[in-house]
C-alpha cells in the first residue's frame, strides 16, 4: 500500500525514524545499514517501504535500496521468520553477504547475527537458495566467487578472521588460475599490505 516515503527526516532513534511528509510524520523501523546512510536531521530523506498490517499495529519497513526491501521480503515469507528477525538479519549483514552465504550454504555466518539460532539458519539456507538473486535482479551467484578455488580460498581468509569486504577484495586481485594454498598465500601477502 505504501511503497515509499519521500520528505524530511525529523528523529532518528536506531532502529526507528520518523519522516516528516508535509506534516505527517511517519515512523518507520529501517535495518541498521540503512539507519548509518541517513542524512542529517532536517535534512530530505527518501525510502522504499513494506507496510505491515498486524492485528495489533501496522508498521512501516524502510529501506534504502531495492535489494534491501526484496530480501526484506523473501526473509518474511519463511515460517518463522518475522519483520523483526528479518531486520536484524539485514542490520547484522549486507544483502550481498547474505546472498554470498546462502550460495556457499554458510550456516555459521548467520548464527552469528542476534536472534538467529542454528536451527533458523538451517531453514535460511534451505530455503532461500536460489530464490536472492532472483529477488535482486540477477543470478544468486553474480556477486560470488567465479571457481571453487575461489571458493575454498575465501573460506579460508573468513576463518582467519577477515572481513567479508577484506576477502573479498583480496580474491579480485588473484590469477584467475592459482591453486588454493598458493592463492591463500597470495591473499595473505595482499592482505598485510
Known sequence: MIGKLTGTLAERNPPQIVIDCHGVGYEVDVPMST???LPQLGEKVSLLTHFVVREDA?????????GERAA???LIK???????TAL????????NELSQAITLQQAGRLVKV???????AE?????????????????????????????????ALL??????????????????????SEGIKLALKALAK
Open 123 to 155: 531453514r535460511l539456507l534451505l530455503e532461500l537458495k536460489g530464490k536472492l538473486g532472483d529477488a535482486l535482479g540477477g543470478p544468486a551467484g553474480a556477486a560470488q566467487p567465479a571457481s571453487d578455488v575461489q571458493a575454498d580460498i575465501l573460506q
Open 35 to 37: 539507519f548509518y546512510n
Open 159 to 180: 576463518a582467519l578472521g577477515y572481513s567479508d569486504k577484506e576477502a573479498a577484495a583480496s580474491l579480485k586481485a588473484l590469477p584467475q588460475d592459482v591453486g588454493v
Open 88 to 95: 536484524s538479519v539485514l542490520s547484522g549483514m549486507s544483502v
Open 58 to 66: 501496522q508498521i512501516l519497513y524502510g529501506f534504502g535500496t531495492a
Open 78 to 84: 519463511i515460517s518463522g521468520v518475522g519483520p523483526r
Open 114 to 120: 542476534p536472534g538467529i539460532g542454528k536451527k533458523t
Open 72 to 74: 526484506f521480503r523473501e
